[in-house]
Structure formats: structure tokens, C-alpha cells
């Protein structure tokens, strides 16, 4: 059963959830806000195979692994299924999510609000990215990569690595269609 934890008086745990593909600033900008109201954070990389992804979930898991190692307080986990029964079994009391826009509200609203009806214990708390930020997409980045567009200062340098390992750049007018927030 769902909804056993009542998160008084134990450590408080939050769940960053996403697809990460790729990780961008505008990621770590929301994992590092949060981190200090929480005991520990919880950054779940969603097994979406379905959805064709660029990066396997283990390489996704392991790029935030390296990229926060040092950091103390996160935990890097994949998760398939409901996220609200992940954020149950890992104790947290929280959903943590990045609003860049008034665009992604809808989405992120209704999201919210299924997740509040699945189970009522666990709030999702919202949170905004540096404005620097605010434009940055893991859709655009691999659309922005695959042209040869300059993505330093928006994504982490080892993801930039791993991108050119992955998607030689092409040019101009060669973009192949590609998906992910
Ligand atoms: O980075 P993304 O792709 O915007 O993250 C979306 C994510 C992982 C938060 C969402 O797809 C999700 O929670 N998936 C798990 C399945 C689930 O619980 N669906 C019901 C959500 S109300």
C-alpha cells in the first residue's frame, strides 16, 4: 500500500524526477536550490525507453553520479513506473520540479494535481531556474548539438563529451527530429 509514511520526525527526502536527456544547468541550477531544504535529495531518471532516448538510463544515471559526486546529499536512482510510488518506497515528502515558464505550468499543474490524487502526503513544490536558465531545454540541446551550435555555460562539460561521442555535429539543415524536454 501507498501513503504508509507519515514523514514526521524522519529525515526529509525529496525526489527530483526527469528524463535528463541530456542533464543541462537549468537541472543542476533546480537540484542545487532545493538540496538545502531537504535532507537529501533524491534525483530519479525516468526509465523511458519508450521514448527512444538519446542516453540508456544507466548512462544518465551516471553522468549525474559523477557530476554530483562530492556533493553530499544526493542520491542518483532510476525509476520506472508510477513516480508517486518511487517517491513512497525512497520515504520522500516531497516532488520537486523546475518551472521555467508559464509554459510548462499547464503540464506541470496537472501533473501535480494527479500526483496530490495518487497520494495526498506527498507535496510537489516548484521551483525556478536562474534566468540564464529559464530558455534551456534538454530538446534544445541536442537540437542546438546536433547543428554545431555553442552549448558551453548551458550544459556541463562532461555531457558535452558524451554528446560528441554520441551525435557527431552535422550541418547546417541536417537536424534530425528529436524529442525530450
Ligand atoms: O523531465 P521530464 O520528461 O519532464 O519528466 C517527466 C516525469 C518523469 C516527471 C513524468 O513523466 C513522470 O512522473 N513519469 C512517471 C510516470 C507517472 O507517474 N506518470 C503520472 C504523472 S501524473
Known amino acids: 500500500m501507498i501513503g504508509a509514511v507519515?514523514?514526521?520526525g524522519?529525515?526529509?527526502?525529496?525526489?527530483y524526477p526527469?528524463?535528463?536527456d541530456p542533464l543541462?544547468?537549468?537541472?543542476?541550477d533546480i537540484m542545487r536550490r532545493c538540496r538545502p531544504l531537504f535532507d537529501e535529495v533524491v534525483v530519479a531518471v525516468l526509465q523511458n525507453e519508450g521514448k527512444a532516448p538519446l542516453f540508456s538510463v544507466e548512462e544518465r544515471v551516471d553522468m549525474l553520479a559523477q557530476i554530483l559526486a562530492g556533493e553530499p546529499g544526493y542520491r542518483v536512482e532510476s525509476f520506472s513506473g508510477l513516480l508517486v510510488e518511487f517517491a513512497d518506497r525512497v520515504g520522500a515528502c516531497a516532488i520537486v520540479r523546475g518551472l521555467r515558464a508559464v509554459s510548462d505550468f499547464e503540464y506541470e499543474f496537472q501533473m501535480a494535481l494527479m500526483n496530490r490524487?495518487?497520494?495526498?502526503r506527498i507535496e510537489t513544490v516548484f521551483m525556478t531556474p536562474r534566468e540564464e536558465y529559464s530558455f534551456v531545454s534538454s530538446r534544445?540541446?541536442?537540437e542546438v548539438f546536433r547543428l554545431g551550435g555553442d552549448l558551453s555555460?548551458?550544459?556541463p562539460e562532461l555531457v558535452i563529451r558524451r554528446l560528441r561521442e554520441r551525435l557527431p555535429p552535422q550541418g547546417e539543415g541536417q537536424?534530425?527530429?528529436v524529442t525530450g524536454r
Not at 10 to 15: D, E, K, Q, T, W
Request: aromatic content about 4%.
Open 6 to 8: 507519515d514523514g514526521g
Open 18 to 20: 526527469g528524463s535528463f
Open 24 to 28: 543541462h544547468e537549468g537541472h543542476l
Open 117 to 120: 490524487r495518487l497520494l495526498p
Open 140 to 142: 534544445l540541446v541536442k
Open 153 to 155: 555555460g548551458l550544459v
Open 175 to 177: 537536424a534530425a527530429a
Open 10 to 15: 524522519g529525515p526529509r527526502i525529496a525526489v
